[in-house]
């Protein structure tokens, strides 16, 4: 079980625990240790701190299990146990590993971690087996409707794909891989009334950073109380976003983002947004409003959306998927493959 989110989230969860509620954490993690699995791997166990932050004895229960709690990949050649959980390099940033587009250093990714599981599974010598890598980080991204996230997230997804498409190619007759999801997030649509026929998608390579880490700095400027001028920020703006320069703001937009730029971060009197897995300020949802109007992304909402999600099959049986297909479904159609019905 591969992520890029936490390995105690949802979609990881739903293959290894049954609890009543999801935040649930310290319980999810006592069954990640008992559950059986090979290889688990994401951000972060969060069941190993309790709410105020200090240890819980989650940990005692991989020991007890034989599981190897290991952080980063360079740890994974040192230990020679059946089961591992592989966990990012960074600790603090509990959530997720980290975007892609934040190109933060050092950080696991989902093509490494995707990697690592096959070589660990191979060194376990078996010949038959199951894996779910979820680029989860796609469905974070877009609970924030950051567009170019979301883009480059999707892009390391198929980075992932690539390595379970080398095995397949390796062994075509013994494997299926399916590439689904279990929803659409945001209501992400390609088009909208400034752009209208003209989409220009080339703009979001201009966005140098998410908008988790621009809203972050943004909040860092209001807590120390250094003098941040509105010039500084337009820099700012233009290096990160390509405002102005590469990216079209108009005037009428120019004039609302300084207008923000002085209620929210300097009189610090800007409403948050919270979302799912985060909470922006006013100001960076100013920013990310211009950037959809220039490149032409929408979104209907915050949350999951009921659209259409696609489901490609490759290899051994993966005619049964063609056509449109019950999500539930799914596991049904791949436990038949498997039995060879
Ligand atoms: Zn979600």
Not at 80 to 98: F, H, Q
Not at 107 to 119: G, Q, S, Y
Not at 207 to 233: I, N, P
């Amino acid at each position: 079980l591969v992520t890029s989110v936490a390995p105690d989230d949802a979609t990881p969860g739903a293959f290894y625990t049954h609890v009543p509620k999801r935040s649930m954490y310290y319980e999810i993690g006592k069954d990640a240790a008992v559950c059986g699995y090979d290889f688990i791997a994401g951000s972060n166990l969060r069941g190993i701190k309790d709410k105020k932050g200090n240890p819980t004895d989650l940990m005692k229960y991989f020991v007890e299990n034989n599981v190897a709690v290991v952080r980063g990949t360079d740890a994974l050649e040192t230990i020679d146990s059946r089961r591992v959980v592989l966990l990012n390099t960074d600790s603090i940033n509990t959530g997720n590993i980290g975007y892609t587009i934040d190109s933060i250093p050092g950080v696991l990714t989902l093509p490494v971690m995707t990697e690592a599981c096959l070589r660990h599974l191979q060194k376990n010598g078996r010949d038959r087996f199951f894996m779910m890598v979820e680029g989860g980080n796609i469905d974070h991204a877009s609970h924030a409707n950051d567009g170019a996230t979301v883009i480059k997230e999707t892009l390391n997804f198929q980075e992932a794909l690539k390595v379970a498409y080398d095995f397949y190619l390796a062994h075509p007759d013994e494997t299926l891989i399916v590439v689904t999801a279990d929803h659409e997030t945001g209501g992400m649509g390609l088009g909208n009334n400034t752009v209208g026929y003209n989409l220009r998608l080339k703009y979001i390579d201009y966005q140098k950073m998410s908008k988790s880490a621009f809203s972050r700095y943004c909040k860092s400027l209001m807590r120390d109380r250094r003098v941040y001028r509105w010039e500084d920020m337009e820099e700012y703006l233009t290096d990160n976003f390509g405002f102005w320069k590469f990216v079209p703001v108009t005037q009428e937009q120019t004039a609302k983002l300084k207008e923000d730029f002085e209620r929210c971060l300097v009189l610090r009197n800007g409403k948050d947004k919270k979302t799912l897995y985060d909470n922006f300020d006013e100001f960076s949802q100013t920013v990310f409003d211009i950037m959809d109007k220039a490149t032409g992304l929408g979104w209907t909402t915050n949350g999951h959306s009921g659209g259409l999600v696609p489901v490609y099959a490759i290899g051994v049986g993966a005619e049964k998927f063609a056509s449109f297909n019950d999500n539930t479904d799914i596991p049904k159609i791949i436990l038949d493959i498997v039995e060879g019905k």
